[in-house]
């Protein structure tokens, strides 16, 4: 899978690789990398368009100094605007004093495109940015984030936590909304997650020639979730029996929709059978929804069933509570617990007691609300370091966690982590993270293990928004009731090409 990388890590790998290659090498690559894409970029745009490589103080803005060097010898406009009168890192020293041989026009101001757009390159802070972005520089990432203009950053959007996908200084914080981030040496997780995600634009990994040793984590995108959902693949003599019963325990007064959207996902992911009821004695309407069948609420045995879903519209009372208490008890198949079960959980210290002594490892599936009731914090806390708190909870809980949002991270209770590269706003809408509940348990129930079947539940819920917003009408309007169908829709996509689909 696509490795994930710390700054730590890009850090060191660069300063081993800097001690054995000549001086400015690494740097030259990265230039000739960010001129190709800029040279593909400004084709695109009115003929002799400006091509403004912004400055700041590090190395970034000495690659975005000699990839405007590249591009006027290409015969682009290519212009450079510095930050400072002066650089700090010796390598931009030496290419700001080759840009100046090389007689590259440079600006007094920010230049605002009238007639015709501008391509920028953001070289203005990279992986070290420590504190917010102020004075000149906020004016100008302010004017450049209000302007048609395509931009191209440089290894990171200055402003943006490479480790963590936050705006540094979070709310006092401003950061680079760029098209397109070429980032160096290996991935970072404050591209894939969090606001990073969107700052970042289209992500383009170049290596420099150099390996990084170690990771922290892995990106799944499609090629990864082909993998995981080949042992899913059907041959001709299927029965229902092979794909495993889910049951869901939900819907209190007033939420049935939560129970019944987290069954419709198990059962459109693929499950053989799904059951559903509430802990007041509530049973689906066989007229709407004749493939369910009916949890005998009176008689719940765990070991009944190959998966649970346990939360979905359950309420807080105490006959909920209750129902929660005695099934965390008993031994029996996985369990995703959701909404509700995770905010009883987070009050309740028998059942968290009880989740870590189990032997067979439950799935959370928070939003940032319900994570930092779990974990005793804010929800800002929670989206400034969206790995680590999933990392938490997954330590914390000894369970598999799903912390949903823009990049949704999996993290397992032993350390390890991924990052869901796949999602659309579309999903921002009330009931689908019942329906991700329903499809993780309904992955569970046909013999996936909990750490597959919450990164492949991630990936086809996301890419099930993603599906709308293409072949639907765009990112409004998704109802949580036809997202199961769009679940599905992905997850034979995944599937076909593995199993010879006949055309």
Known sequence: MPLLYSTDQIRLAERQAQARLEPLALMYRAAHTISDACASAARKLPPNSPIVALVGPGNNGGDALLAAIHLRRRGFNAQALVLHAEVSAPDATAALAAARAANLPFLSSFPVPTTSQALFIDGLFG?????????????????????????????????????????VGDARGVAVRACRTL?????KPGLRTGQGRAHAGDVQVESLGVA??????????????????????????????????????????????????????AQRCGAGKVSIGSPDGWRPDATHHPQLMALPSEAINAGAYDAWVIGCGIGQSLRSRSVLRRLMRTQGPPRVLDADALNLLATD???????RADIIPAVLTPHPLEAARLLGTTTQRVQADRVGTARRLANRY?????????????????????????????????????VLAGVIAGLLAQGLPPAQSA????????????????????????????????????LNLLISPISGRKT
Not at 183 to 187: A, P, V, Y
Not at 246 to 259: H, I, K, Y
Not at 349 to 355: E, Q
Not at 470 to 483: F, N, P, Q, R
């Open 349 to 355: 210290a028998t059942l968290a007691a009880a989740l």
């Open 212 to 265: 990084v040793d170690s990771s922290g984590g892995t990106l799944v995108s499609e090629p990864e979730a082909r993998m995981l959902a080949a042992p899913l693949a059907r041959s001709p003599d299927s029965h229902k029996g092979r794909f495993g019963h889910v049951a869901v325990l939900g819907g209190s007064a007033g939420m049935r929709g939560a129970a019944l959207l987290a069954a419709l996902g």
């Open 455 to 490: 990164c492949l539940g991630a990936y086809v819920h996301a890419r099930a928004g993603e599906l709308f917003e293409v072949e639907g009408s765009g990112t409004i309007g998704l109802a949580a009731g036809d997202l199961p169908s769009w679940v599905a829709k992905a």
């Open 127 to 167: 992986i070290g940015l420590s504190r917010p972005i102020e004075g000149l520089a906020a004016q100008w990432v302010h004017t450049l984030n209000s302007l048609p203009s395509p931009v191209i950053a440089v290894d990171v959007p200055s402003g943006i936590n490479a480790d963590t996908g936050a705006v």
């Open 398 to 434: 000894r369970s598999i966690v799903v912390l949903k949002g823009a990049g949704s991270v999996c993290a397992h209770p032993e350390g390890e982590w991924a990052i869901i590269n796949a999602g659309s706003p579309s999903l921002a809408t009330a009931g689908t993270g019942d």
């Open 183 to 187: 980032t160096f040496l290996g991935d």
